[in-house]
């Protein structure tokens, strides 16, 4: 997807196992831009420094913040409270769903993601 001057959408991607970060950029880069930040205090620090159009969280993330602290601080902060946010994670238990969209996602997917389930839903939200 292209916005009027014919530049792709940006989305930003938080995940640090290498080879989905991989996958997903394979799977959305002939329609989108990706960005990628391996940890959420490195993704955090690229949503205030420039807008995307989507985000891509996962939960279980290395170093003091998880995805849920993620989703909170955007929810909180005024610049970036309406960025759509999709929780793609491997925590797929009965009411995981519900619990990352009460904490303030737009969306949710449980991994593995097949790429036409990823890009129905990242469409959803350009």
Request: no cysteine.
């Given at each position: 997807?292209?916005?009027?001057?014919g530049e792709k959408k940006k989305l930003l991607l938080i995940e640090d196992n290498i080879e989905t970060q991989l996958?997903?950029?394979?799977?959305?880069?002939?329609?989108?831009?990706?960005?990628?930040?391996?940890?959420?205090?490195?993704?955090l620090e690229r949503l205030k420094k420039?807008?995307?159009?989507?985000?891509?969280?996962?939960?279980?993330?290395?170093?003091?913040l998880t995805g849920e602290d993620v989703i909170q601080e955007i929810r909180t902060t005024p610049k970036l409270e309406k960025i759509p946010i999709i929780v793609i994670t491997a925590y797929a238990l009965k009411g995981?769903?519900?619990?990352?969209?009460?904490?303030g996602a737009d969306d949710y997917l449980p991994k593995p993601v097949e790429k036409s389930t990823l890009l129905g839903v990242v469409e959803k939200y350009i």
């Open positions: 997807m292209t916005d009027k001057l996958i997903f950029k394979v799977y959305l880069r002939d329609k989108y831009s990706v960005e990628i930040a391996e940890n959420a205090e490195k993704g420039e807008p995307y159009d989507v985000l891509l969280l996962d939960i279980h993330l290395p170093g003091e995981d769903r519900e619990k990352f969209l009460k904490l």
